[in-house]
Nanobody, 115 residues
Framework: QVQLVESGGGLVQAGGSLRLSCAASGSLFSISTMGWYRQAPGKQRELVAS???????NYADSVKGRFTISRDNAKNTVYLQMNSLKPEDTAVYYCNLDNNYRNYWGKGTLVTVSS
C-alpha cells in the first residue's frame, strides 16, 4: 500500500514562488514515475509535471520554464518548485504515483495565487 501526503500549498501573490512536497510511504517510490496534477474549479484534472524513476521530466506547456519537478529517492519525496506564479495557477495540486498497475493519489494541497 502507498500513502501520499502533500504539503506546501498556500496563498501567494502573482509573481511569487512556492515549493510543494509530497512524501510517499511504501517501497514503490524509487521505481515509480511521480507526477503533480492540478484541478481548478469546474475544470478537468491536468498533468502539471512528471518525473520518471530515472529522472526524466515532462511539463505542461503552461508551466514550462516556471516550474521544476525533482525527487529525492532517499527521502521518498517529490517536489514541485513553482516560480513566477500566475492567478491561473490557482488549483488544488495532487501528488501521483504510477506503478503501471494502478495510480495512487494524495489528498491535495490548495495553491491560491492572487492578482
Amino acid at each position: 500500500q502507498v500513502q501520499l501526503v502533500e504539503s506546501g500549498g498556500g496563498l501567494v501573490q502573482a509573481g511569487g514562488s512556492l515549493r510543494l512536497s509530497c512524501a510517499a510511504s511504501g517501497s514503490l517510490f524509487s521505481i515509480s514515475t511521480m507526477g503533480w496534477y492540478r484541478q481548478a474549479p469546474g475544470k478537468q484534472r491536468e498533468l502539471v509535471a512528471s518525473i520518471t524513476s530515472g529522472g526524466s521530466t515532462n511539463y505542461a506547456d503552461s508551466v514550462k520554464g516556471r516550474f521544476t519537478i525533482s525527487r529525492d529517492n532517499a527521502k521518498n519525496t517529490v517536489y514541485l518548485q513553482m516560480n513566477s506564479l500566475k492567478p491561473e495557477d490557482t488549483a488544488v495540486y495532487y501528488c501521483n504515483l504510477d506503478n503501471n498497475y494502478r495510480n495512487y493519489w494524495g489528498k491535495g494541497t490548495l495553491v491560491t495565487v492572487s492578482s
